[in-house]
């Protein structure tokens, strides 16, 4: 069982490429999650996905898409890199019991932009 | 959503039990609290969460005051392995969870 995969777990990208960030999950959830952390800072919500063909913003989703590719897969595209969005990347996966939500992480992708 | 305040850092000796308080006096009536700690730079870990009984686990115990107002997470026997920062978050349901800055806690030899 290998909970959450991420895909690169390092990238440098130059100023206005683009990029996609791969996430994969293994424990049948459904919902599923991206995050960045800028240096020092908490967690900050970026999209996520209900269900498989569901995606909803979050708090800082400019510069961004996702796509929720089938039950396990969720991937972040950035479309014209900059360096503001020079972070750590986490992906992350619940499935609700009640109106608890326990999401697992992923170990992250540390992206620079130069 | 709940705002919670924690303690920017804390230092614990190693053996001892870790208290990590978290100010949630905004809190409502059907909002949870969660405790999630990040070691490193590892992805957060989920703890514990409660929603007015004091809660238990393997890893930790979790006191919240009859109020409501505040919780304590509890880490009974603090070893090395237990540095980390930990996010005291109040929501309703969690699916979007929302973190603040933490509390650093470094636990000492």
């Known amino acids: 069982n290998a909970g959450v995969t991420q895909t690169p777990k390092f990238q440098v990208l130059k100023t206005g490429q683009s990029m996609t960030l791969q996430c994969a999950q293994d424990m049948n959830h459904n919902s599923m999650y991206w995050y960045r952390q800028d240096p020092g800072m908490g967690l900050r919500l970026i999209y996520y996905s209900a269900s498989e063909g569901t995606t909803d913003k979050g708090e800082v989703p400019n510069g961004y898409n996702v796509s929720r590719l089938n039950k396990r897969e969720f991937s972040l595209r950035l479309e014209s890199a900059a360096p503001s969005q020079t972070s750590v990347y986490f992906c992350?996966?619940?499935?609700?019991?009640?109106?608890?939500?326990?999401?697992?992480f992923g170990p992250g992708t540390r992206l620079t932009v130069t | 959503d709940a705002k919670t305040t924690q303690p920017t850092s804390m230092d614990c000796a190693e053996g001892r039990a870790a208290n990590l308080p978290c100010n949630h006096s905004?809190?409502?009536?059907?909002?949870?609290v969660y405790w999630y700690r990040q070691i490193h730079s590892q992805g957060p870990q989920y703890i514990i969460h409660?929603?007015?009984n004091n809660e238990t686990n393997e890893m930790a115990s979790l006191i919240i005051t009859e109020d409501r107002k505040s919780s304590t997470l509890i880490l009974p026997h603090a070893t090395l392995r237990d540095t980390a920062v930990y996010y005291c978050?109040?929501?309703?349901?969690?699916?979007?969870?929302?973190f603040g800055q933490g509390t650093r806690l470094t636990i000492n030899p």
């Open positions: 905004t809190i409502s009536g059907n909002e949870y």
């Open positions: 978050i109040a929501i309703q349901g969690a699916q979007k969870l929302v």
């Open positions: 992350a996966s619940s499935e609700v019991v009640g109106l608890f939500y326990e999401q697992y």
């Open positions: 409660g929603l007015k």
